[in-house]
């Protein structure tokens, strides 16, 4: 490519970089994958005639999709010998993605964990439709695969996805509040504080990738969650603190033991209490939550 060309693929790649990103983040849960395919993406975008691109952002698209793609399904063999639970990368994003009530929510964790339960086509085809507006035709053409073929995948992944993600968004300001309740709570050691605020079918995840103490299951009920939070500190004798951080758009936590920063709590919640909570603690994946990272839909 000579150098006005290679001028003319910069500039359309750094125009839609923060867009890429965010769709292999959303396929891969992992920023640092991400990353990976935006580079893998570039080195192959270099090398295309630009004069036989007619819609640059589908073209980069079309190519960070496949690159994802490949890199989930091998991942998946990786995950299932993680120690524990495997919980998506948290970002600290930019006061713009907690603005946009569409895209906070397309990157929440509690929707980025039930993207983790989709096969890697069906999160690719939900991603791309549903959350970023490509058409079967386009996405067809990405995943070779018929637009009708296309179209079944989305209606499975998005049944799949409806079934278990939360039924009413909440505001940014009420889940900041039950938030502070929580800490509060667990910074005084109010267990009845805690279970206050705590939905009776409460589900906790821990992700300490065999690095970090988590409990290896998810732990379930308000009773079990209040327990393990008060006997850990009980017997540890450490003190935990936090502060309000904003983590994929949404509000969080991050949590400090004795001073020291430990990992991060992301939680989901619906009329006014938390019915998901997701704690990261392995270091690997706290690389992101001091440093915002831009994100885009468009």
Known sequence: MSGDGTDSATAEFVAHRNLLFTVAYEMLGSAADAEDVLQETWLRWVKVDGDEVREPRAYLVRIATRLALNRLRSAQHR??????????????????VAEDVELAESVSMALMVVLETLGPTERAVFVLHDVFGFEFAEIAATLDKTPAAVRQIAHRARAHVEARRPRVSVSAEEARAVLDAFRRAVETGDTQAMLAVLAPDVVLISDGGGVKQAALRPIAGADKITRFIAGGLRKTGAVLTSEP???????????????????VLAARVQDGLITGM?????????????????LALR
């Not at 997701?278 to 831009?294: A, D, G, H, S």
Request: charged letters at 20%; hydrophobic letters at 30%.
């Open 278 to 294: 997701y704690i990261v603690r392995n270091p690997n994946k706290l690389t992101r939550v001091t440093e915002e990272t831009p």
């Open 245 to 263: 951080t904003v983590l994929n758009g949404n509000p969080a936590l991050a949590l400090y033991v004795d001073g020291e920063f430990d990992g």
């Open 79 to 96: 995950r299932e010998s993680y120690v524990g639970p495997w919980l998506p990368e948290p970002l600290l994003t930019t006061p713009d």
